[in-house]
């Protein structure tokens, strides 16, 4: 059974996934997002997908779903790989407009996560944008649209360094709406979130602040990531 309540702060309680044969996806898992911007990290498989799942109201309903979720009915989930999220065909400008009539809000917007050119970009159809840009541009649809909370999955994984970092920026010049950045990359995450939750086989393991989670790991799966970034000399040692 899942009980659905909206009240602040948004947060998970007790959720549990299984499949209609049994198998745990998701175990007790609890959070909460203050307000701010929240890192949610993990290796591959390890369930942070399905946990922005329960937070965006995108479980499939071939799986049990039990536990209580305060999250906004509109949330805005920003993929891997945000090309679906557009129309191919329509250029740019319009399918912002659709979010924010206003074309100064999207000019400013657009500014704001870093694009030097908004005019050009808003000509331009999404194939004719690089993957960075698009992703981008799928932060601006949520932030346009004011959702109250953008979760965005794993949206550098497909990225060079450049442009991972300019979708780093852009989540983290957001100041209006809970930000929850779904990374297995805690040198990113440490660039744009002040809070951090750890999962591993489906559970949440650790959380704390950035300090505390680098400073002082707790969990063997905190301290593989650390040390992965260390390795790339990403984070210091």
Known sequence: MIDC???????????TV?????????????????????ALLGRSGSGKSLIAAALTSRV?????LSGTI?????????????????NPVVRMGHQLSIAEPDRQKVFDTLATLGFDSPQDVLQRFPAE??????????????????????VADEPTSALDPINQQAVVNAL??????????ITHDIALAAACCENFYIVDHGMIVEHGS?????NAPQHAATQ??????????EVPA
């Open 224 to 233: 593989e990531l650390i040390d992965i970034a260390r390795s790339r000399h």
């Open 18 to 38: 299984t499949t209609h044969d049994g198998v745990t996806l998701l175990n007790d898992v609890s959070l909460e997002l203050p307000g701010s911007h929240t």
């Open 210 to 214: 950035r300090e505390e989670i680098l």
């Open 172 to 181: 983290a010049s957001i100041h209006n709406s809970t930000v929850l950045f």
């Open 129 to 150: 944008l690089s993957g960075g840009q698009r992703q981008r541009l799928a932060i601006a649809m949520g932030v346009l649209a004011g959702t109250e909370l953008i």
């Open 5 to 15: 309540v909206r009240q602040n702060p948004i947060s998970l309680a007790g959720v």
């Open 60 to 64: 499939p309903q071939t799986l049990k």
């Open 70 to 86: 305060n999250a906004p009915k509109r949330a805005t989930l920003i993929h891997q790989n945000s090309a679906d999220a557009f």
